[in-house]
Each structure stands twice: as structure tokens, then as C-alpha cells.
């Protein structure tokens, strides 16, 4: 029997304790302590708003302690595709938001000591098809044209960033310098905690029905219930169990991700490739592999699952990410 996974973000923790006993009241509630969730606490506590938080079951338990921990600066898609869609004005404000949020992140870490790995190593993504190098060249070109720093590399300058022999299959890759890395569950830690010494308030309750009381909102709670002027609904996937209109709109998609013991250094960037949804690594500063992706194999593409349970198909697919670009790499699972 397949057990629900245990985060490796929040396996390597520290324990966070959240009190039970709420308060009667507050001007903001937010429901739900991911990134969202503590990102908004920390700058509503940092403007003077009375805050509190409302948690389930632990910080960063869902998507935010479930990824690859990638700080990346750029649209979702590639960046022509994104000029194709928004047109090239558009496209180009995306893109400076997302470095302004960047550099936003990096300050704050800074300013509030926040303990996260945080660092700026670029990411490379790899191409294995002659259609993959075309469109990455096509891309390097569009985001210089426009004044962001992007490198095509031939084969033997990414063997060079990379300490193992790579796969006949690696043509090379597009790099995206200063991109970051970091450890997802200790920043909404950092950020908590920041938010908490500005006087924010945070407390583990459920939370099963937001409804109207007066002029105000009433939240119905496993620990009773609490009344705000505003309510902020920060829980992604799950947001629907609160807010049903929204069904269709926002849904869960179960992705998967493998952990493999400390080794020596094998890269330091974000790395990603294209073989099947689009597949990411992370070493961390201590060694350990990590490994996500693969999540079109899973019956339905992983679309409408709720449980944090990995799917056969999919672990075996990950599985087979390093032996197919990196050969002569041995590993062992965490």
C-alpha cells in the first residue's frame, strides 16, 4: 500500500507551534499558511493592520512544501509564446514584475534574516531535441532583444557547469543567469516570524464555512469561531471547499517529487528538461537530490486528486530522469 507523502521541505524543518486558542476577532483573517498565505500576513502586520492566520495543519503543508523551490523570474510559458499571447508591451511588463518580485524576495530575506538557502546560481534548462535547441535559441534572442539576460549554451559548456558525464541526448541549454533557489518551508517559516514580531497573530484552526455577519465575516472554525472586517482565502487548491463558485476554476493537480541521499556536488543551478510534463532538480547546499516532474503519466495528468499519495507510475517515471541524463550517476533514495 502506497502511503500519503511526507514533504522533504518539511522534513527538514524546524517544528513551528501554532497556539489553538483564537481570538474573538481581528481586521484581516487569512485562511491558510503557504507562501500566499504568510507573504500577505507579513506586509498586512508590516502596514499596521491587525492581523491573524489560520492554518489547518502545518505551514507550507500543501503546494508551498511540495515543489522544487525554484525562484525563477519570467512568465509561465516561454517568453515568445508569451509575447504571441499578450502582445510584446504586455509580455515585457510581466516579465519586469516578476524581476521586481524577485529582487523584492531577495531584499527581504535579507532585511529579515530569513534562514532559507537562499541563492541566485541561474537556472539551465536543457534541450534533447533539435526542436528543443531551436526554441531555446529563439527565446534567448527575444529576452535579449528586450533587455534580459539569457545565454544559449553548446554542449560542452553545460559537461563543463555539470560534475558527471551528461547523455549522448544533451544538445545543450538556454541559462538564465541570477534565477534562484531556496528552501520554500523555512522562508514561510522566516516570513511567519517576521510577521509575528510586527504583531500578526497565527493559530492552527480549520476553518469550514466563511459566511456574512453584518457588515463584517464571520469564519466558523475548528476552534470556534472569529469574526474580521476582511477575509483572505490562501489555501490554492483547496480553495473551492470554502469557495465552491470557484470549482471549476481552481482544481487540484497531483504532482510528485523524490529525494535521493547527500552526494557530492553535481550542479548548482536550477535545472530543469523537457521529457515528459517538464522535469526540475534542485541539489541542496547539503547534498541531497531533488527530483519533480513526470506528472502526465499519472492517470488524468494528476488533475482532481486531493490526496498527498504518490502514484506508481509517476515514481517509476521520475526515476528514470537521472539514469537518462546522467548515465554513470548513482543514487540512492532518501
Request: proline share 5%; with cysteine; net charge neutral.
Amino acid at each position: 500500500m502506497v502511503r500519503e507523502s511526507v514533504s522533504y521541505w518539511q522534513s527538514t524543518c524546524p517544528p513551528f507551534s501554532l497556539s489553538t486558542h483564537l481570538p474573538s476577532g481581528a481586521d484581516v483573517a487569512i485562511v491558510g499558511g503557504g507562501l500566499l498565505g504568510a507573504a500577505t500576513c507579513y506586509w498586512l502586520a508590516r502596514a499596521g493592520v491587525r492581523v491573524v492566520l489560520l492554518e489547518r495543519t502545518a505551514l507550507a503543508d500543501g503546494a508551498t512544501g511540495r515543489n522544487g523551490g525554484f525562484v525563477r523570474a519570467g512568465t509561465s510559458e516561454s517568453y515568445p509564446e508569451a509575447i504571441a499571447r499578450l502582445g510584446p508591451q504586455t509580455a515585457r511588463a510581466v516579465m519586469d514584475i516578476t524581476y521586481e518580485n524577485r529582487a523584492l524576495l531577495r531584499r527581504l530575506i535579507q532585511e529579515e534574516l530569513i534562514e532559507c538557502d537562499y541563492r541566485e546560481p541561474g537556472a539551465l534548462q536543457l534541450a534533447l531535441t533539435d526542436v528543443h535547441r531551436e526554441q531555446q535559441h529563439q527565446e534567448v534572442e527575444a529576452l535579449r532583444e528586450d533587455g534580459f539576460s539569457a545565454q544559449w549554451l553548446e554542449r560542452t559548456q553545460v559537461q563543463a557547469m555539470i560534475n558527471t558525464p551528461l547523455a549522448p541526448e544533451i544538445l545543450g541549454g538556454r541559462f538564465l543567469p541570477e534565477q534562484g533557489l531556496l528552501h520554500s518551508a523555512r522562508l514561510v517559516q522566516g516570513l511567519l516570524h517576521a510577521a509575528l514580531r510586527l504583531g500578526a497573530r497565527a493559530y492552527q484552526a480549520h476553518v469550514f464555512e466563511i459566511g456574512r455577519d453584518g457588515e463584517k465575516v464571520r469564519l466558523r472554525t475548528s476552534q470556534g469561531n472569529l469574526v474580521a472586517h476582511r477575509v483572505i482565502v490562501a489555501i490554492n487548491a483547496w480553495t473551492s471547499t470554502l469557495l465552491p463558485e470557484l470549482r471549476n476554476i481552481i482544481v487540484p493537480v497531483l504532482e510528485q517529487m523524490q529525494a535521493y541521499q547527500t552526494m557530492d556536488r553535481i550542479f548548482s543551478m536550477a535545472l530543469s528538461v523537457r521529457m515528459n510534463t517538464g522535469e526540475y532538480l534542485q541539489q541542496t547546499p547539503s547534498g541531497t537530490l531533488l527530483i519533480g516532474g513526470c506528472g502526465s503519466v499519472a492517470p488524468n495528468a494528476g488533475i482532481g486528486v486531493w490526496e498527498s499519495v504518490p502514484t506508481i507510475p509517476v515514481q517509476r517515471a521520475i526515476e528514470q530522469i537521472v539514469p537518462q541524463l546522467f548515465p554513470l550517476l548513482a543514487l540512492n533514495c532518501v
